[in-house]
């Protein structure tokens, strides 16, 4: 413990704007500090929130990244920090990767309780995402709780033993969903960004997302210029940044639809540009459970998905999955259709999704308590 408060390290990649790292916020903000203090572990370079993270009273501490070559060197970095930090009472392991190889380190070093948190339901292509299923295969044996943001992740890290057995707690990814709820506000903030980004006449396909593989915007390119044959007025709108952006705005040059293309970077507040969108497309290759399309639905925002996405996301009727293995064509009708059935003139004060969204555990003001609760159970059996 810490000035008698519980003390549970988050180790993540970073603390960018990502999914994983955005609901982790969205706790930080309205957990019990004076019960519960939260410290990360990172291995990037500092990212959006840590400013803030350590204005809310968190210790930012940082390792190396692992690669296969340095797994003695990360080891060894991993047994001295926790053999100096005793005051550490649960290790939260959103990097299920290599928890494997921590959480086991964390326990000798007498940490009361490791937890992995399963964020991801997919890795990418090629030797990369073949080592990281390798390091994972024993994770549920190596950790004292499993938890999942959805049952396709936590079969893809945790294994079909684990899930068939109830190992593993369900905790889906939760947004605050007031600040997305369609209020007249709201709706008003849209409609002015619309008309400060040209958008005000135009029929918008939206995306939010980092540019990675896992969120397959070549794809998304290619749907959308199918879609701009059924919709001359259409205009693709794409919130975030990553790796993949340069790759991404090359090709949308080549295929003739640089001038339809906006790509608006990293947004702090993403809740008026989904009131600026008519729909959501959302093709993923995998994922955990995407907050995205957990916000849009309190958006009121029609949302496509891919059907490689979990069903639990799908809260509301609002959501329509689509295979991957369908024609771009196909789609580019479906979202067109969907935009139709849930105009966006008429999403003013709709706020039926947001309730149902509550009701099913997706609203963080309610999930915050249950994980504290969750805290303080897991320490009090030790």
């Known amino acids: 413990m810490l000035d008698g408060k519980i003390v549970i390290l988050q180790v993540i990649g970073g603390l960018s704007m990502g999914g994983a790292e955005s609901r982790i916020m969205d706790i930080l903000r309205r957990l019990d500090r004076n019960r519960f203090h939260y410290d990360f572990l990172l291995n990037e370079p500092p990212g959006f929130y840590e400013e803030e993270a350590e204005r809310l009273g968190c ?23 926790f053999a100096a930090h005793p005051e550490i009472d649960i290790v939260q392991a959103h990097s299920t990767n ?3 190889l921590y959480l086991p380190i964390a326990k000798k070093a007498g940490i009361a309780v490791t937890m992995a948190h399963a964020r991801s339901a997919g890795v990418e292509p090629g030797m990369k995402g073949w ?27 945790f294994g079909e033993e684990a899930m068939r057995a109830g190992k593993v707690r369900l905790i889906p990814n939760a947004v605050n969903v007031d600040a997305y709820a369609p209020t007249t506000s709201h709706v008003a903030e849209g409609r002015t960004l619309r008309e400060k980004t040209g958008l005000e006449k135009q029929f918008v396909v939206g995306h939010v997302g980092r540019f990675h593989y896992a969120k397959n915007h070549m794809f998304l390119l ?6 701009r044959r059924i ?3 259409a205009m693709l709108l794409l919130v975030g940044e990553g790796e993949l952006r340069e790759e991404v705005e090359k090709a949308a040059e080549e ?30 290759h995998y994922e955990g459970l ?6 849009a639905q309190a958006s009121a925002l029609p949302c496509l998905i891919s059907d490689a996405i979990t069903k639990d996301v799908q809260v509301t009727e609002l959501v329509k999955a689509l295979s991957l293995k369908e024609s771009e064509k196909s789609w580019a009708e479906q979202a067109v259709a969907l935009a139709e059935r849930f105009p966006r003139a008429e999403r003013s004060a ?10 099913k555990g997706f609203d963080v003001n309610r999930q915050v308590h249950m994980l504290e609760e969750m805290y303080t159970e897991v320490l009090d059996r030790k």
Request: glycine share 4%; aromatic share 12%; charged share 30%.
């Open 59 to 81: 210790r930012i501490f940082r390792t190396v990244g692992f690669k296969l070559v340095n797994r003695p060197q990360y080891e060894k970095q991993m047994r001295e920090f």
């Open 255 to 284: 295929m003739g639809l640089r001038r339809n293309v906006i790509f608006a970077g990293r947004q702090a507040d993403p809740a008026p540009w989904y009131q600026a969108m008519d729909v959501l497309v959302f093709p993923s």
């Open 98 to 100: 290599t928890a494997a």
């Open 131 to 157: 080592l990281k299923k390798r390091l994972r295969r024993h994770l549920a044996k190596k950790t004292d709780y499993c938890l999942s943001c959805s049952t396709e992740a936590g079969y893809a890290v």
């Open 290 to 295: 995407p907050g995205t399309v957990v916000e």
């Open 231 to 233: 919709r001359s007025d």
């Open 222 to 227: 290619k749907i959308f210029l199918e879609l």
């Open 350 to 359: 709709k706020l039926q999704y947001a309730d149902q969204l509550r009701e």
